[in-house]
């Protein structure tokens, strides 16, 4: 497969009328929004490297609820 894959809307504002931009390789034009962006291939992601973030954003979602007490708003001592 030698074609690149091209975005089918914007990430600003959603809308589907983009063009290639003079700008350069990977330069889209939204006509919707008047903005213009670049998208870039960074790389792939090593299979422990995204386990590893995974298991620390769950550990940290898990930690932040357990040190809330599941109370919202304040309490105040009388």
Known sequence: MSERAAPFFCP?????????SEAG???????????????KFLGLLSPTASAATATAAHAN???????DGGSSGDQRDD
């Open 12 to 20: 600003y504002c959603g809308d589907e009328d983009l063009r290639p």
């Open 61 to 67: 979602s898990a930690n932040s609820t357990a040190n």
């Open 25 to 39: 390789h990977g330069a889209w034009e939204c006509h919707g929004c008047r903005r213009a962006f670049q998208l």
